[in-house]
């Protein structure tokens, strides 16, 4: 029996007046980001928290660091070796064979790809990192007294669904790297992907998410 069901979750409700969004602390919060192989939760957790209007998906992660820090500075860098939050994103409700996959650093480094992943197999993955999100907005920001760092993203719809409607389910999944210099690294997900090592390209175990009118 599979102990790891893919979650799902209601993206909250459309922001009617644009230009007044919600604070932060009143959208709820995803369930505990769990180890990738599905054993326990993280031992540093990452708040995750995402909202919707019209133009754009947002989407918050807070996170618990002892010891933060990065040392790349240009958008596609491979901050992945680093430390990182990362968003892997599709369309529609089945399993993706193409998603988008953003990561930032604590640093506030950006890096965005558009993977093609038609079988779920490394082998024959492409990571196109020419791709941008169009209109994409992001921040970082670093709390090293209180031992913790956000990050904020606004994804504009066009990226995913550059002529269609609202999507009204989206396959996603999120992610962490924790990387401290005096211990083993930590690989956390949303869905755990149920890899030994970590492996975070499975769009078959990404979580759903549905959009309420």
Request: proline share 10%.
């Amino acid at each position: 029996m599979n102990q790891n069901p893919i979650p799902k979750a209601l993206v909250p409700l459309v922001v009617s007046d644009l230009n007044s969004p919600p604070s932060w602390r009143t959208v709820p919060i995803l369930p505990p980001l769990q180890l990738a192989d599905g054993s326990a939760r993280a031992r540093q957790q990452t708040a995750v928290r995402l909202y919707y209007d019209t133009s754009a998906l947002y989407v918050r992660f807070d996170c618990a660091d002892r010891d933060i820090w990065g040392t790349l500075t240009q958008r596609d860098d491979p901050i992945y070796n680093e430390e990182v939050v990362e968003l892997f994103l599709a369309a529609g409700e089945d399993t993706p064979t193409e998603y988008a996959e953003i990561e930032v650093s604590p640093n506030g480094v950006l890096f965005d790809a558009w993977v093609q992943n038609p079988t779920g197999d490394r082998a024959e993955m492409v990571v196109e990192t020419a791709w941008d999100w169009p209109g994409i907005r992001w921040h970082a920001q670093r709390v090293d007294a209180e031992k913790r760092w956000w990050a904020v993203l606004a994804l504009p719809w066009v990226g995913i669904v550059p002529d269609g409607p609202l999507p009204t389910i989206l396959r996603a999944n999120f992610y962490r790297i924790e990387r401290p210099r005096n211990a083993e690294p930590e690989f956390s997900c949303w869905s755990p992907t149920l890899t030994e090592p970590a492996d975070f390209h499975r769009p078959e175990r990404f979580g759903m998410l549905r959009i309420e009118e």
